[in-house]
């Protein structure tokens, strides 16, 4: 193993949300959502967990309505 700045704990996750309708097709600008994350699984739990919230908010009318669905995804980013 090669070790450099790289592999030396400073990895970082960032969660990025995007909130679309499948009505309209269409989906809103991504969202990064910070402070980043240590860990790829941390990432992928607030991901899931900030996706429930973003529903819950909607409301079941607005989401029955335009079929909302929540993307995410963890970005890595190194030197962060």
């Known amino acids: 193993i090669i070790y450099n700045n ?3 704990g400073q990895v970082k996750f960032l969660l ?3 909130v ?4 309209y097709q269409t989906c809103m600008s991504p969202s990064e959502m910070y402070p980043m994350y240590d860990n790829y699984n941390a990432c992928a739990t607030a991901g ?3 996706s429930l919230t ?3 908010e909607l409301g079941p009318k ?3 309505a335009d079929r909302v669905a929540v993307h995410f995804e963890c970005r890595q980013v190194h030197g962060a």
């Open 6 to 8: 790289y592999n030396r």
């Open 16 to 18: 990025v949300i995007t």
């Open 20 to 23: 679309c309708s499948s009505i």
């Open 48 to 50: 899931y967990l900030n």
């Open 54 to 56: 973003v529903i819950q």
């Open 62 to 64: 607005r989401v029955e």
